[in-house]
């Protein structure tokens, strides 16, 4: 369980609901992840949607990774004012505007996009002008998530030719990732799933080989099957994004051998007590404002008695029911309360307390988030 105290004195000054992270175990985190890839001979491009963070950005860019991950051409945007370079926007990019936006942050800086539809390329093509610099494309291939993505080996090759006939465009490789299956709980299923996941992916790599297509990327993955995913001999990079912060989802996720996924749990949100007029449960300030509801109810605290759990209670509120005979929290006292779904809870605040090893308090912009 982390350091952090909800009501030491590092966290004192902070107006609640707050985020908070522990610069520590995000480092550890970060470590353990890149001294994986490193280990297996594979890149890692951290996906950005997790923590949207300049700051992270450059811890993860300084352990080794190749480059980021994007969800947005906001995110990618804010991540290249911030000096983030090589940056892959993992979702197609379609309309005008977009595209527009697109090209401009090209000109400026190192991009890759991904397209799974001849219209996408030839739209991306007719928005780049003949002195542009070269664009790299990676063709998304559905892996099984039944989201985005071309469906057959066959489609692949037609749409990496086309990619390849266009002067302004580069085919650079694949992206397969399989959210489907990052948080399938049993190890051994997940182990399986990602194995499964693996077979139409390959055999894109195949066909394209025989059409002298071989592809230089192959992007993908998640926390959930990266473990898998580096044994597995399939991608070049991994597209890995809440190991930096964990949360509760991935809190229920176990390995093969029945234990926990080995990172550590650095994102909470700090709220205070702000009712306790019922026995057994006491009600705070985080609502659905405050953490994100797509996700299991939270199942870390520090600050009330282990066995309490969380409730939502409208957008501003939240119950904790405590365990019986459980001395409550005194109203006013503060209580860290552990992540949902960290990727968008992280996107209901503006930036992070984060709380530094020798006890002083940083704050960290968060950004890219659609305004």
């Known amino acids: 369980m982390p350091s952090l105290d909800p009501n030491g004195a590092a966290l004192g000054g902070v107006a609640t609901p707050g985020l908070v992270i522990e610069a520590a175990l995000v480092d550890a985190n970060i470590e353990r992840m890149q001294a994986a890839a490193r280990r297996a001979g594979v890149s890692l491009r951290p996906h950005a949607k997790t923590h949207k963070s300049p700051d992270i950005a450059r811890r993860q860019r300084q352990a080794g990774a190749v480059g980021m991950a994007c969800a947005t ?83 692949a090759v037609a749409l990496a030719r086309q990619i390849r006939s266009i002067s302004q465009l580069c085919f650079a490789g694949l992206q397969g990732y399989a959210g489907h299956i990052q948080h399938v709980v049993d190890g051994k299923e997940r182990r399986q799933a990602t194995e499964d996941a693996a077979v139409l992916l390959r055999a894109v790599v195949e066909a394209l080989r025989a059409d002298d297509l071989a592809p230089e990327v192959i992007s993908g993955s998640g926390t959930g099957t990266s473990a898998f995913d580096l044994a597995g001999d399939c991608y070049t990079e991994l597209q890995t994004g809440s190991y930096v912060f964990m949360d509760a989802d991935y809190g229920r996720v176990r390995e093969p051998d029945g234990t926990e996924l080995p990172y550590q749990h650095a994102l909470f949100v700090l709220a205070t007590v702000v009712s306790a007029n019922r026995a057994g449960q006491v009600t705070v300030d985080a609502g659905t404002k405050a953490l994100a509801v797509n996700g299991p109810a939270p199942d870390r605290f520090i600050g009330v008695p282990a066995g309490s759990s969380y409730a939502f209670a409208g957008d501003e509120h939240g119950t904790i029911k405590l365990p019986t005979g459980a001395m409550p929290p005194a109203i006013g006292s503060r209580v860290l309360i552990g992540a949902t779904h960290c990727d968008p809870t992280v996107n209901l605040h503006g930036s992070y307390h984060v709380v530094n090893a020798d006890g002083g308090l940083t704050r960290w912009p968060i950004v890219g988030r659609y305004s």
Do not use: C, N, W, Y
């Not at 993992?90 to 936006?101: A, E, F, I």
């Open 73 to 155: 051409v906001r995110e990618a945007e804010d991540m290249s004012v911030a000096g983030i370079s090589d940056v892959l926007i993992t979702s197609p990019v379609v309309g005008p505007d977009k595209l527009g936006r697109v090209v401009e942050l090209h000109r400026r800086s190192s991009i890759m996009l991904v397209a799974d539809h001849p219209a996408q390329v030839d739209a991306i093509a007719a928005a780049l002008r003949s002195d542009d610099p070269l664009l790299s494309l990676l063709v998304d291939v559905d892996v099984g998530q039944a989201r985005t993505g071309i469906v057959s080996p066959r489609d």
